[in-house]
């Protein structure tokens, strides 16, 4: 069982080098071949994240294609969030968190993958329909205060809440995956001192799932930088509408 999930590690950080999701998967991942509570999974996963956001940062950074102010806006609302989600996890009942974490997530990718006449898509790397790049700086930190606190609270790392509600706004898929992986940085920093402050995080665990994560996602972002923006869109939209899938369908 412990070698099945460090093998799962390594997927994880692809999908999450890629599309920006995939962490989603990982605390029930836990759960199930290790034994963990579903706390202890969320705190163990979120220093876990910690890693392959600095590996992803650093990836889209030395490719300028890191969206340095767009991202620091939404830092500045994740961070604080984070660590209030982490605390209140333990008085939300799972299902529900996973029902809405469910339902935002396939609808999102619904929504993406729904034809719209008006909407004209560049093939460059990076463009998305309509010209639209990022968000004003108050949508950006009201963005980040949601992903922080609900993705906190659940254990997923960041971009599995922010990537479907910024490809839902007309936020370009690169831009997406890319501000994805900054905000990843101090909202499970701040997600692991809340969980670690009810001795919720298998730091040995966590750090080798990391490792393993962090080369994943060095190869999923050298995929994702290669991409026409038309295909790391519908990529990104159809792997939201099947992470929403399973997330119904998890035992609770």
């Known amino acids: ?4 999930v460090l093998l799962f590690a390594v997927p994880v950080g692809i999908c999450i080098g890629v599309v920006g999701i995939g962490g989603v998967l990982l605390p029930p991942a836990l759960t199930w071949l290790t034994g963990l509570d579903i706390h202890a999974a ?6 876990c994240f910690l890693f392959t956001g600095i590996a992803g940062t650093a990836a889209y950074a030395r490719t300028r294609a890191m969206p340095w102010r767009f991202g620091g806006w939404l830092t500045l609302g994740a961070a604080p969030a984070a660590a209030a989600g982490a605390l209140a996890n333990g008085a939300v009942p799972a299902t529900v968190l996973w029902l809405v974490l469910a339902t935002l997530t396939a609808g999102s990718g619904a929504f993406n993958l729904w034809p719209r006449g008006r909407r004209d898509v560049s093939a460059e790397p990076g463009s998305m329909p309509g010209g639209r790049h990022d968000l004003s700086p108050a949508a950006a930190v009201a963005v980040g205060v949601f992903v922080g606190f609900g993705s906190a609270l659940t ?11 910024l490809l839902a706004l007309g936020v370009p898929a690169l831009t997406t995956v890319a501000a994805g992986q900054l905000v990843q940085l101090p909202l499970v920093g701040f997600a692991t001192l ?18 393993l994560a962090a080369a994943g996602v060095l190869l999923g972002a050298r995929l994702a930088r290669r991409l ?6 519908r ?3 159809v792997a939201l509408v099947g992470f929403g899938a399973i997330l119904f369908v998890l035992p609770r």
């Open 42 to 47: 969320a705190g163990t996963s979120s220093w």
């Open 228 to 233: 026409p923006a038309r295909h790391l869109h």
């Open 194 to 211: 809340g969980y670690a402050a009810h001795d919720s995080v298998h730091f040995g665990l966590g750090s080798l799932l990391g490792v």
């Open 235 to 237: 990529i990104a939209s």
């Open 1 to 4: 069982m412990g070698i099945a």
């Open 155 to 165: 254990g997923t790392g960041g971009p599995v809440l922010l990537v479907p509600v």
